[in-house]
Each structure stands twice: as structure tokens, then as C-alpha cells.
């Protein structure tokens, strides 16, 4: 069964992850970009955590695809706290300082476009933590997300040590899906492979 | 660790299923003492059981606690304040609370500190935060008046009513160093 398709943007494309992509993983999270985050030392992590990546899209509880950019994984974009029935959810991009700031644009971008065509979400969100590149919050805005907030403190980065979220949102301007008869031309579990893949 | 205390004039107490029930749902039917979460008033008091069962489990697993405000000369219910989606690994946590018409600003700054006090205290959190319908600006001014800073508005955070609801939100940062 697939959940995560692959998506092709200009210079690279997302992809599910997949355990022949470990090290490339373990790589990138030796370059954490959030703040207080440390890099990971048990490379065992990473293959729970794609397990975890199948489960949470079955499940519609998020989604994660690793970044490949001239055949290399250069970042990973995820989309976590997903609220299927408040058709929202929080996205986040993890990169190798590698990953230039247009590829990041762009691998958000299709992954955005996928969620809103395929699962109708209309509201997403983007936590910059205080410390991380500034550049990334000019290259959130140009896919159309706005501050909405500056949560004060709200990130821990040490014992006693905390950074302010500025909290983005955009809000797509698709239709709302309109309820049908409950069976009527349902998908259950939204498998790509069962339904044509309606990327 | 106590987490029943006394004010001046109020107690501030954790609920108890078995007993506390009629009085939560007396408070909980009102629909204007939920508008600005918002949601929708219980219209039967096994509800106000089950709100309780829910709590009851919550507090246990450390997610959240909610007490009950008494007026403590007469017994009278006040308002249900509570912390909620309590993140040990941020030290952070929602405020809520639900208020009755005798439950004024003077009551709040009595009690309200009282519970910060145990949050920040206590509890060790750092920030302790409350999301209003936007545009709320009777819950707005209490939170100001208790110290709470505006940050912003997130955007169509859910539906009620056919509606898509911002929330304004309200913070606290604790001043204490461990």
C-alpha cells in the first residue's frame, strides 16, 4: 500500500522515505536546524521512524517526504499534528545546509499542493523557532504563508532556556469539500495505489 | 503535592465525580459561559458526569487539571478554571476557564493568581497560554488585567456554527529561575 506519493518539482522532487535511505537521513539529522535539537546518535531511530511515516499517513496523522535534489536527499518535508476533520495541519522543512532556499520553496510547495487536492486541507501551518535562518521565513511567504503569531518562550532550547515560535499560516482558498453520503465514494485509508493515485 | 488550595475568599478545589456533577452542569448549560472557546452548552447532566469521568482521567495521565471555584462562605459554584494540553517537554500549557455571571474580574485576580502560582511553582511550567474566540473582548480584558500579553490570531483554527473560528492568543511567562 502507498500513502506518500512521490512529486516532481522543477530541479528535484519529494519522495516517501524508505530504509535504503537511512544514511542519507542520519546525515541530515547531523545538521538539526531547530534549535535545542541535538543531532541523532542511534541510527536505529531512523528506521522507526519510517515505520512511522507509513503509519502516520495511513492514519492521516501526517506526512513526511525525504527532499532529493540532484539524486542526493538534501532535506525532509513533513507535515505533523494533522487535524483531518479542522482540515489543518502543521508543516515543517528539515534541510542540509545544502538545500537551497528556492529547492526548499519548491519541495514545500508541491507538498502543499498535494495535500490540499488530494485531502482538501485549506489551513497550514509553519513554526519558525527563533535562531533558525531568517531567509526562512521570506521563503515561507512566498508560498503565501503570513505571521500570525510571535508565541513568546514557547519553544525549549535548554534546561532553562527558551525561544519565541513566530506561528505562519496559510490559508488556501480551495472550495471546502462538501459532505456526501456517508460510503458514498469513499477511499478508506486513502491508499495511492488502490484509488489511481489522484496526485 | 497539594493541589486544593484556599484564597481570602474562595476555595479552588479538584472535582469530584461523584458529587460535583449538578453543579458543573448548572455551569456548563449556560451557553454564554462558553462562547468564548467556543463551544456548544451541555444540554443533559449525565454530560456534566461524563465531563468529569474525562477530567478524571486527564488529570491522572498529566495532561491537564481543572478546578472548581467555590465561593467559600456559601459553597456556590463560580467558574471552572483548568490548564490543559500540558507539554512537560516545553513546560508549557492552555489555560480555560468558564465563568458564571458571579464570576467578576475581582474574583479572578484573587484566584487566578493562586493557580499560576501552583503552574509556575509547583508544576515548574513556563508558559502558560489562552486561546479566545477572536475578538472576545470581555475574556480579553480580564487576561490583560491579570498580565496576560496579546501575540496574535491564528486563522480558521476550526468550525462552530458553520464558521471558521480564529483564536486570539494570550499569554504568561513565568519570571521564576530553577
Known sequence: ?199 | MNWNFVTDHYLVRLPISETDSGALFNLLRQQAVCDHIPRTALAIESQATDELRRIALRFETREAAFWLIENEGTGELLARIGIQNINWMMLNAQLQWELSPACDLQVLQEVVPAILEFVFAELRLHRVEMRLRAGNTEHAEYLTALGFEAEGTLPAQFEFNSEDIALDIYSLISDKKF
Open chain 1, 1 to 199: 500500500m502507498k500513502f506518500t506519493p512521490e512529486l516532481e518539482f522543477t530541479g528535484g522532487r519529494v519522495k516517501p522515505l524508505h530504509y535504503d535511505d537511512i544514511d542519507a537521513l542520519f546525515e541530515l539529522y547531523q545538521h538539526p536546524e531547530i534549535p535545542g535539537q541535538r543531532p541523532l546518535t542511534d541510527k536505529e531511530h531512523l528506521n522507526r521512524m519510517v515505520d512511522y511515516s507509513v503509519q502516520m499517513a495511513a492514519t492521516q496523522r501526517g506526512m513526511m517526504w525525504a527532499i532529493e535534489v540532484d539524486g542526493q536527499i538534501q532535506g525532509m518535508v513533513s507535515g505533523f499534528d494533522w487535524q483531518p476533520s479542522h482540515l489543518r495541519i502543521m508543516m515543517r522543512v528539515d534541510a542540509l545546509p545544502a538545500l537551497t532556499d528556492e529547492h526548499r520553496a519548491s519541495a514545500l510547495q508541491v507538498c502543499l499542493e498535494f495535500l490540499q487536492n488530494k485531502y482538501h486541507v485549506r489551513n497550514f501551518g509553519y513554526q519558525w523557532i527563533e535562531g533558525q535562518k531568517e531567509s526562512i521565513k521570506y521563503c515561507i511567504s512566498t508560498l503565501g504563508f503570513e505571521c500570525a503569531a510571535i508565541l513568546r518562550g514557547a519553544w525549549r532550547t535548554g534546561d532553562t532556556e527558551f525561544a519565541d515560535v513566530h506561528q505562519y499560516h496559510f490559508i488556501s482558498d480551495k472550495a471546502k469539500p462538501v459532505p456526501k453520503r456517508l460510503g458514498d465514494g469513499d477511499s478508506p485509508g486513502q491508499n495511492l495505489n488502490s484509488n489511481g493515485g489522484n496526485a
